[in-house]
């Protein structure tokens, strides 16, 4: 088996659920932790949260809002709509049966760093990332994840 085969067998399997194993890979990255999202209520299929490691590249749009109309104030956000991108991340099968499985949308833990790498315009990216926090609950807010570095913009 070539590695591009291997490559292809990891990315074909990035579905996921409130079930998960730890330490295995979903798409191209780990499971490092899954629990509830909130606290005080169990773990459900609409309340848990999954942190994943790993360095993966994706294509897609970047967005950014100072905050004069969010409620989350100042933040800047990546849409992965790419499709051999999208099967390099973890895909919650919640997204997926709420209709959201050709799009994959987290915002930047690290802000200032995606201000400085990718500006405040928005535009056509090819972006690395290091880690994903997917939140899967009933009026949460964005995912998050931590921007590396920018391999390709375009307005």
Known sequence: ?????????????NLYDMNAKVGQKYGEMTLEKIGSHESKRAMSEYNYRAAFSGQVTVAGEYEYDDGAMSMFGEIACFNVTEKTSLQKL????????????????FCFNNLDEAKKLLGTTNKSAIITISSLIDSNFQGEGPDFAD????????N
Do not use: D
């Open 1 to 13: 088996v070539s590695t591009s085969q291997t490559e292809e067998k990891i990315t074909a399997s």
């Open 90 to 105: 973890p895909k919650s099968a919640l997204n997926v049966k709420n209709g959201y499985e050709n799009e994959n949308e």
């Open 147 to 154: 921007l590396v570095s920018v391999e390709n913009q375009s």
